[in-house]
């Protein structure tokens, strides 16, 4: 038992920090909310709560990171929700597909849900209340104002998406033939179905969206040109290029980037390889790039039907030992599954070249360690323990870069020591006040949700800047009382739904089979009723609690204790409120809540003889209203 207790007094920040799922979320996705409609049966709603606040739901089904599992109470239990899955559950169901032929039929699908469906936790991000203030004149729509987004990856189409609703004219350029750039080049197919992608798009495009393909800013138009033709301009390139290393021989016929491998496959003109291929690297793109050259060879030895126990190895050779590796788990996982041969803990040392200037095979050293003391990069190596491996091709794939070819010396952007853009990544603002960056290019490789995030707030920089109004919010907190609380049965022994794939040599026979399988409405309901529901807590009354202990004693995972006053200690501005309490003839006991493991089973309220303990559902609703901006900074 501890000797002391810091306690906190609620308040909205409080209430809101408690659904960990929605404060981990870059976009603020109220995925309990969707989750809770799901084991509710009510799909329309789910739909809806999801694509509120991302224009890119349905690909963040299938690829997210899902930072809101990572942050998922229930995981504390005993495994988080499986929050994507359930995310593609639903945005498999409902589409607004049908009323994007027209910009005035997505405008007017969009209306319909900003007057059908209100919020439980309505973020800062949420597309519906924007919808409602739009329609109400609260926030002006923007007439006769032109936004260039260069680039038509997750950041550019999230831009485009809100900008287009705030009502300025947008126009995507995007060097490549198809729209959504790495999400369709990068991403291997069997991961993110291409008609998933092209549905996205034509929601955006509904909006009014126009884009320019074929079209790469330095070629066939200027960025001097693209500032003339519009108002502002995003800059959304991503970082489509792959990092380089320097050793001997890197520059060997059959040494190829991963990235520009990924988007060869994607193009249909994937390069010959021959059967033994060595990826370095140990990220996700990695795995990308590897599980896809087992399919090309699985396809190409198919498709001659020549293939002997010599060939077809892909091996994965990293600097981290397995515990290390920075890929997700399941990557790994599926990749030994599918053959991938890693060898971890070995890093480059020289590419062997043969006569004709080709790959013959790689050098690698033992790697020792990668990190030094203070977690930073600094690989310390045996070179005495060297090993060769044999093969025909060599893909790099140790990180990406940006291509910035198309920047000139008079555009007014300022530049970093390493001549990347000086910009403020939250803003996007840049030294030039008609250029903005978003994604990727303004803080580095993250999540694709992270660029979704990044999109929207570029956006209402551009608004802010162009109008000289800002977007701002009024927070609304309400608590509702659950007189008849009831949990599912069982809800918090249920365990986690198993994720089911396509059995190995079935994906292995194309790249557009999807590895990843969805849930059945069964799962789906029974994986939902797995939430905690973070957005309903236990408030006590202390004008009628009589310190019983009941509640205590009945509550299955101990986060309730009765102590002395005097054993707390104030945090958060909570001093006012123990002060509030302080008798000094009186020794006074209070009830304090270890909020981690409640699972809000309401047990406690059940037990209570005179009512004092009341289970309440917290309702929040950031309302947009139209503020005047103050002075732009200078980055």
Not at 105 to 119: C, N, P, Q, S, V
Not at 314 to 339: K, N, Q, R, T
Not at 510 to 523: A, F
Request: charged share 25%; net charge negative; hydrophobic share 40%.
């Amino acid at each position: 038992m501890r000797d002391r207790f810091a306690v906190t007094e609620p308040n909205l920040d409080y209430w809101k920090s408690q659904i960990n799922c929605q404060a981990a979320c870059p976009v603020h996705t109220d995925a309990r909310g969707y989750v809770r409609a799901i084991a509710d049966g009510d799909y329309e709603r789910a739909y809806f709560i999801a694509r509120g606040p991302n224009p890119l739901a349905s690909i963040c089904g299938r690829i997210c990171g899902a930072p809101c599992e990572t942050a998922c109470r229930r995981g504390q239990l005993d495994a988080p929700v499986a929050i994507r899955a359930l995310k593609r559950f639903v945005m498999e169901r409902h589409s607004p597909s049908t009323a994007t032929s027209s910009s005035t039929g997505m405008i007017e699908f969009l209306k319909t849900a900003a007057r059908r469906y209100g919020r439980d936790c309505q973020s800062t991000e949420e597309l519906l209340p924007l919808m409602q203030a739009l329609l109400s004149g609260d926030i002006p729509k923007v007439e006769g104002l032109s936004i260039g987004i260069i680039g038509s990856g997750p950041a550019g189409l999230a831009a485009a998406h809100d900008l287009a609703l705030l009502g300025f004219s947008v126009t995507v350029y995007e060097s490549e033939s198809t729209l959504a750039g790495m999400l369709a080049l990068g991403v291997p197919e069997y991961r993110l179905p291409r008609d998933l992608i092209r549905a996205e798009v034509d929601v955006i495009l509904g909006l009014g969206v126009k884009a320019v393909t074929n079209c790469a800013v330095g070629r066939d138009v200027s960025l001097a040109e693209l500032r003339q033709r519009h108002d502002a301009v995003i800059i959304a390139v991503g970082l489509k290029k792959s990092r380089q290393i320097s050793i001997p021989g890197v520059d060997a016929e059959g040494v190829l980037g991963g990235v520009e491998f990924l988007r060869e496959v994607a193009m249909g003109t994937p390069p010959h390889l021959g059967g033994r291929v060595v990826v370095i690297g140990g990220g996700n793109v990695a795995y990308d790039v590897g599980r896809t050259v087992l399919r090309q060879v699985a396809m190409d030895a198919a498709r001659t039907a020549m293939r002997d126990a010599e060939v077809g190895h892909v091996y994965l050779c990293s600097l981290e030992s397995l515990d290390e590796m920075p890929a997700d788990l399941v990557e790994i996982e599926e990749g030994d599954e599918e053959g991938i041969q890693r060898r971890n803990g070995w890093g480059p040392v020289e590419i062997v070249k043969n006569e004709a200037g080709r790959v013959r095979g790689v050098v690698f050293r033992r790697c020792l360690s990668v990190y030094d003391a203070n977690r930073r990069f600094a690989p310390t190596f045996d070179d005495s323990a060297r090993e060769f491996i044999e093969c025909d091709s060599v893909l790099l794939s140790v990180g990406q870069v940006a291509s910035l070819d198309f920047l000139g010396s008079d555009d007014q952007l300022e530049r970093t020591s390493n001549n990347a853009i000086n910009c403020d990544p939250t803003t996007g603002t840049t030294s030039a006040p008609d250029i903005f960056i978003a994604g990727d290019l303004a803080y580095g490789a993250k999540l694709l949700i992270h660029a979704v995030a990044s999109g929207k707030q570029v956006a209402r920089s551009v608004y802010e800047a162009l109008t000289g109004n800002a977007i701002g919010f009024r927070d609304v907190e309400l608590h509702f009382t659950i007189h008849e609380y009831a949990r599912e049965q069982g809800y918090e022994t249920t365990r986690r739904v198993a994720t089911k794939t396509t059995p190995v040599q079935e994906r292995l026979k194309s790249q557009s089979i999807s590895v990843e399988l969805g849930l059945s409405e069964e799962e789906a309901r029974r994986e939902a009723s797995r939430c905690l529901d973070c957005g309903i807590n236990t408030i006590f009354d202390q004008e009628r609690c009589v310190a019983c202990g009941g509640c205590v004693d009945v509550c299955p995972h101990a986060c309730l204790s009765i102590v002395s006053l005097t054993s707390l200690t104030a945090a958060d501005g909570a001093h006012a409120a123990l002060k509030r309490c302080d008798d000094p003839d009186t020794e006074l006991l209070a009830i304090i809540k270890d909020e981690t493991i409640c699972i809000r089973c309401g047990m406690c309220a059940d037990r209570c003889p005179v009512g004092a303990i009341s289970m309440k559902r917290f309702q929040f609703a950031a309302t947009p209203v139209l503020q005047t901006a103050g002075p732009r900074s200078q980055v």
